[in-house]
């Protein structure tokens, strides 16, 4: 005889092959490198909005439907669960004839004709109500069904429930649910194609998102692609709502307008260091080679080269006011901001500049009130007044008058340095605080053209702005810094 548990004849089973989506080569590939469509923003957000919606509406219809179709149910199982109740009492009460009589009693006043009663003997043989016999598959006591019935001639649907009674009698409860039945029933159709047209709707929603979603992109790309091929005059167009994309895009816009004139600035710096700087390096140049062919002593050679070494001086104080400048639009000295108050500041440029106001027979006035609270860099708050007023005392004439005075407003602190001196053509004041320049009446002066450039910047940093006005005559400067009290808000 075989031995039926004896291996098979084949010394290797070929294994049957695995369907899982998830596995072999060309999954692991999707997973690694998902499609083009799958990590698309666009696509993503119109599936998050799609979703969302249609979740909604699930949750809605689910809500609908439990606070009708469920609420009729309950209250029919409620109402059942009653009755079963009674008639169990009335049986403790009188037993079997009480129990008949009840039932007869309640089918004739039942006006709305829903209620089923079914009295049964042990062998489930019917004694009283208004079903001819014992429906096949209720056998659990307590249970809850829902089964056809036929009653008065009709076939209906009603939900019992069984009792057992003692002596092996039967007892069955219920209501007719036809109508209900088909009442639930039409509200899940309505239901269910409510969803269908919520699902439509999701879908052309994530559509419609999706389109002005990868307009908005688009739009942002080809202005970037523009910019970055080297037209600096593109900017991301506004569709006039504004919308969050508006907002977007005006920020960037502020952005690529602070790109091109920075870019420009950097330009304009690169021409008047060529410019400027080439004459002194020169000149120290050429007093270096002349004294080198023409120094008689060593007196000479050594005046030759103190001058030359001034000039290489004046030089590094270019670059490094440049550098100045540059660190303080970087905006890395904001980490030193902190509460101060701008009265000691001003008395201490006050007393150390009215000295220098003295010796040319200039009056230094400050004017201001007891306390002007500020929150930023007190260095360079302190070295942005000083360049004004270091440009005040310059250009002011004999027996002159420099005011210099701080107010507050609002939200605002305004500082006023204000001379007598030539001042500056209207034309011109927009063009003073640029570096390196220098008007008509400053060729003549020491300086690099650099001192309002840092005013500005400085100004800027603190989130303020400098003002130029013509004084008549003179020029009066106007530096706007926010108060600590506005920061903070």
Not at 300 to 318: H, K, N, P, Q, S
Request: proline share 6%; with cysteine.
């Amino acid at each position: 005889m075989p031995d039926t548990c004896s291996a098979p004849t084949t010394s290797k089973a070929t294994p049957p092959r695995l369907l899982n989506p998830l596995a072999g080569p060309r999954a692991w590939r999707w997973f690694k490198r998902p499609p083009r469509w799958s990590r698309s923003a666009s696509i993503r957000f119109a599936f998050i909005y799609a979703m969302l919606l249609a979740l909604s509406a699930a949750a809605l219809a689910f809500f609908l439907w439990w606070e009708t179709a469920g609420l009729l149910d309950r209250q029919t199982e409620a109402a059942i669960r009653a009755d079963a109740q009674g008639l169990t009492e009335r049986w403790v009460e009188g037993g079997l004839p009480a129990l008949i009589l009840t039932v007869d009693d309640r089918l004739a006043q039942n006006v709305d004709d829903d209620a089923v009663y079914l009295v049964a003997n042990p062998a489930f043989q019917r004694l009283a109500g208004n079903l001819e016999r014992w429906p096949p598959g209720v056998d659990e006591a307590g249970g809850w069904y829902e089964l056809p019935v036929h009653r008065a001639g009709m076939h209906s649907l009603a939900m019992v429930q069984r009792v057992d009674l003692p002596g092996g009698f039967h007892l069955l409860v219920g209501r007719d649910v036809q109508a209900r039945a088909q009442l639930r029933s039409l509200l899940t159709g309505a239901l269910l194609w409510a969803l269908l047209v919520v699902a439509a709707m999701a879908t052309a929603g994530a559509l419609l998102v999706r389109s002005l979603f990868k307009r908005m992109l688009a739009n942002v790309s080809e202005t970037a692609t523009a910019i970055a091929a080297g037209d600096l005059t593109r900017r991301v167009r506004l569709s006039g709502r504004g919308d969050e994309f508006d907002q977007l895009a005006e920020t960037i816009n502020d952005m690529l307008d602070r790109i091109a004139r920075l870019m420009d600035g950097v330009r304009q710096v690169s021409n008047a260091i060529a410019h400027d700087l080439r004459t002194p390096i020169s000149r120290a140049r050429a007093r270096l080679e002349e004294a080198a062919l023409h120094a008689s002593n060593e007196e000479e050679l050594r005046a030759a080269a103190f001058r030359a070494t001034a000039d290489l001086d004046g030089i590094a104080a270019v670059f490094q006011a440049l550098l100045r400048i540059a660190e303080i639009e970087a905006g890395s000295r904001r980490s030193a901001f902190a509460p101060i108050d701008l009265v000691p500041i001003l008395a201490d440029l006050t007393e150390l500049y009215g000295v220098v106001a003295e010796e040319r027979g200039l009056q230094l006035v400050l004017q201001g009130p007891a306390q002007v609270p500020l929150h930023g860099d007190r260095e360079l708050i302190q070295q942005a007044i000083a360049n004004l007023l270091d440009n005040a005392i310059k250009f002011s004439p004999q027996a002159g008058r420099v005011l210099l005075r701080a107010g507050m407003s609002d939200r605002m602190v305004e500082i006023v340095v204000a001379d007598q001196g030539p001042g500056i053509p209207p034309e011109d004041l927009a063009r003073a605080p640029e570096r390196f320049y220098r008007g008509e009446a400053a060729r003549n002066t020491p300086g690099s053209g650099l001192g309002l450039a840092l005013v500005q910047a400085v100004a800027q940093l603190h989130n303020g702005a400098l003002r130029l006005e013509d004084a008549k005559p003179g020029l009066r400067a106007v530096l706007l810094l926010p108060r600590a009290e506005a920061l903070r808000v």
